[in-house]
């Protein structure tokens, strides 16, 4: 038996009893722990972003109707990804007697107890979570670096007719991330989070505003999708509502747990939220613009008015200030890998130092190369459509074999039909991604 088995498998010989007798979350021992609502907050902040900005564009692919429907399928789908995965790991956690798992924990778990065949795939299940949330989460850093950059450079060099570079910018704005940064507990990041929803919502408002200012007529709007515009549509909704990578870490901290998967609960309560924020913007932002919406419906607003221009300014606040969550989880998971080797007395000092140079390592990438986004989108669209579609439903499937299925096997069938949604959403991404680092070097 490998390390990673005898690390996770549980005594088979326990009486049934007494295994369900254990309940892993009177087992955690969680020190500044989250509240519920606290933990709302996060799960908003990490699926509502500028992606919602986006949602007038992913309507005008998709028409009035179906665009509506397929945000609210999506919404749906994401919803059920997120109960898979948190799921599995209570009951990974209850069946291994272990009080919390992380995601890419969860993972060598799942694959270390399923199927002998499957079992010398656990540390391979491990490993691929670990460095694909680290890859995804600190090249993001470097794309919102330059997202806040250029974002500052665009709006403070016309108002003070001045001519400063991006990388003027981008070193002034790297001197806040790096503080930001250093805040080590998710607890203490929920004040960021609120702030950062906060902004967002008040650039829905200013949005919103602008679009009934002006007359909203559906008359000559699409309703339905061509075919063709299928793949950009559920792309966009997926990239933009997704947030999985932040999901388990904030339902391991929670005071109450047993609060996140209810069916009036955190998890539910925050998707239903941000789709229906989704799909007002969505909605009515591609009924007021119609086929001159833009890629971000704030490039639709008035470019002369500094209520407009403040929207810009706001969704750059925001993500500034969630970069403390995003760096959150990748932190954590470095930390796990490489603490032990480090003194304790110096684990301080150690941690400032690693948060500082993975920060201005980022730095020094976007002052270097000017045009990332299409790359990081290319990880993006791997690890997005792996990580929060396809993983939860491998990780429940190989759980529950061989005979958890239920009725005719209807959850093994289930799992075969989201599968398959998650490889073509894996398709398209990454068909987009590539052509557009293709156009960079036409």
């Known amino acids: ?68 429907l397929g945000t609210m399928l999506v919404a749906l789908i994401y919803a059920h990804c997120v109960h898979l995965l948190v799921g599995t790991s209570q009951k990974a956690c209850k069946r291994s007697r272990i009080p919390v798992l992380g995601f890419a924990e969860t993972a060598e778990n799942v694959f270390a107890n399923g199927p002998f065949r499957l079992r010398k795939f656990a540390g391979f299940a491990k490993a691929y979570i670990d460095y694909m949330l680290l890859v995804i989460s600190y090249f993001s850093v470097c794309v919102y670096l330059v997202f806040i950059s250029t974002t500052l450079r665009d709006v403070i060099n016309y108002e003070l007719q001045i001519d400063w570079s991006i990388r003027i910018y981008i070193l002034l704005t790297t001197c806040v991330v790096a503080f930001i ?39 000559n709007r699409k309703f339905w999708p061509e075919l063709s515009n299928l793949p950009s549509f559920f792309g966009t909704a997926v990239y933009a509502i997704e947030g999985i990578g932040i999901v388990l870490p904030v339902e391991n901290k929670m005071k109450q747990p047993q609060h996140f998967l209810q069916t009036f609960g955190v998890a539910n309560f925050a998707i239903c939220f941000i789709t229906i924020l989704y799909n007002i913007v969505g909605f009515f932002g591609y009924a007021t613009y119609g086929e001159g919406t833009k890629g971000s419906v704030t490039l639709n607003l008035p470019n002369d008015e500094l ?53 201005v390592a980022m730095m020094g990438l976007a002052l270097t190369v000017p045009q990332l986004e299409p790359f990081i989108g290319f990880v993006g669209s791997i690890g997005s459509a792996t990580l929060a579609l396809l993983t939860p439903i491998v990780l429940d499937t190989v759980y ?8 005719m096997r209807w959850r093994l069938l289930k799992n075969i039909l989201l599968g398959a949604f998650g490889l073509f959403i894996l398709a398209v991404g990454t068909y987009f991604s590539l052509m557009d680092i293709v156009a960079i070097y036409e």
């Open 1 to 68: 038996m490998t390390s990673t088995q005898n690390r996770f498998s549980f005594e088979t010989s326990k009486d049934a009893d007494d295994e369900d007798e254990y309940n892993p979350f009177e087992k955690r021992q969680i020190r500044k722990a989250n509240s519920s609502i606290g933990t709302l907050i996060h799960m908003v902040k990490g699926s509502l972003g500028t992606g919602i900005l986006a949602m007038p564009f992913a309507f005008k692919t998709g028409g009035l109707v179906f665009g509506i």
């Open 181 to 219: 940064t250093q805040v080590r507990e998710l607890k203490y990041l929920v004040p960021f989070s609120l702030l950062a929803n906060s902004s967002i919502i008040v650039v829905f408002i200013i949005t919103l505003f602008y679009i009934f200012k002006e007359p909203v007529a559906i008359s």
């Open 400 to 407: 529950r074999w061989p005979t958890g299925y239920g009725w």
């Open 307 to 359: 209520l407009a221009k403040s929207t810009q300014l706001l969704a750059a606040v925001a993500i500034l200030l969630t970069l403390g969550l995003y760096y959150y989880v990748p932190m954590e998971i470095l930390w796990k890998k490489i603490g032990h080797k480090i003194p304790e007395r110096r684990h301080n000092l150690a941690q400032v130092g690693i948060r500082l140079g993975i920060v």
